[in-house]
């Protein structure tokens, strides 16, 4: 039985039935309230569209609260990707609950991640059968790349803001992600934020609801 996702989640601001959902995947030590804060900025754009942002499925190890997708205890490369390889099935499972439960296909639904949730939202995003409508993710990095060619199953357009500050995911994952991706065959448009560290600025929320609206049709 893999395990089933809550949190926090935010209605479409036309009080009617969701055209579209976005799923929120946040960092390693928070929780879904960390990004549903985003949901009244971006509901100005998509009106139609429904915010959930589930907590990770696991208690986070290194610290008193939180949750966290995979373990950062070990942080060899093969140690980060089998933990986000054993997280993938909870979020697919969990992506597909949501859609079934509103009705709604893939090509409704926008993943959003920071750090962590970026990891998930890129690794599972690639790999589903059909493609989502589009990925976006701050302050995160692509694992798996060295699989991706032969696994990536779908690819939706993708764009991936960084600050060229970050102390906690090496600005430096940014080109490299860029670079997979693209040779990988997916659309994929970088924004890199000056003097940001690990965080979301105005500008990135500006530049993500701009593309949430493009991908989603909103």
Request: glycine letters at 16%; charged letters at 10%; aromatic letters at 4%.
């Given at each position: 039985m893999l395990p089933r996702l809550?949190?926090?989640?935010?209605?479409p601001?036309?009080?009617?039935?969701?055209?579209?959902?976005?799923?929120?995947?946040?960092?390693?030590?928070?929780?879904?309230?960390?990004?549903?804060?985003?949901a009244p900025y971006w509901a100005r754009l998509l009106p139609e569209a429904e915010f959930l942002s589930p907590n990770a499925p696991f208690p986070c190890d290194m610290g008193p609260y939180g949750y966290q997708w995979?373990?950062?205890?070990?942080r060899s490369p093969m140690a980060v990707l089998a933990g986000v390889r054993a997280a993938a099935p909870i979020l697919d499972a969990a992506i597909d609950a949501a859609l079934s439960e509103r009705g709604l296909a893939e090509k409704d639904l926008?993943?959003?991640?920071?750090?962590?949730?970026?990891?998930?939202s890129l690794y599972v995003g690639l790999r589903?059968?059909?493609?989502?409508?589009?990925?976006?993710?701050?302050?995160?990095?692509?694992?798996?790349?060295?699989?991706?060619a032969r696994e990536i199953r779908a690819k939706p357009p993708?764009?991936?803001?960084h600050g060229d500050a970050d102390p906690?995911?090496?600005?430096?994952?940014?080109?490299?992600?860029?670079?997979?991706?693209?040779?990988?065959?997916?659309?994929?448009?970088?924004?890199?934020r000056p003097g940001l560290q690990h965080g979301i600025d105005e500008e990135g929320l500006k530049r993500g609801a701009r593309f949430l609206k493009t991908v989603l049709g909103a």
């Open positions: 809550t949190g926090p989640s935010h209605p601001a036309s009080g009617g039935k969701p055209r579209q959902l976005v799923l929120l995947l946040h960092g390693l030590g928070a929780d879904g309230n960390d990004l549903i804060g985003l995979f373990s950062l205890q070990d926008a993943l959003v991640g920071f750090s962590q949730g970026t990891m998930m589903r059968a059909a493609p989502v409508a589009g990925i976006l993710g701050f302050s995160g990095a692509l694992i798996g790349a060295e699989t991706l993708v764009l991936l803001v906690i995911v090496p600005f430096a994952a940014l080109g490299m992600a860029e670079k997979a991706l693209a040779a990988a065959g997916v659309k994929v448009e970088t924004v890199t």
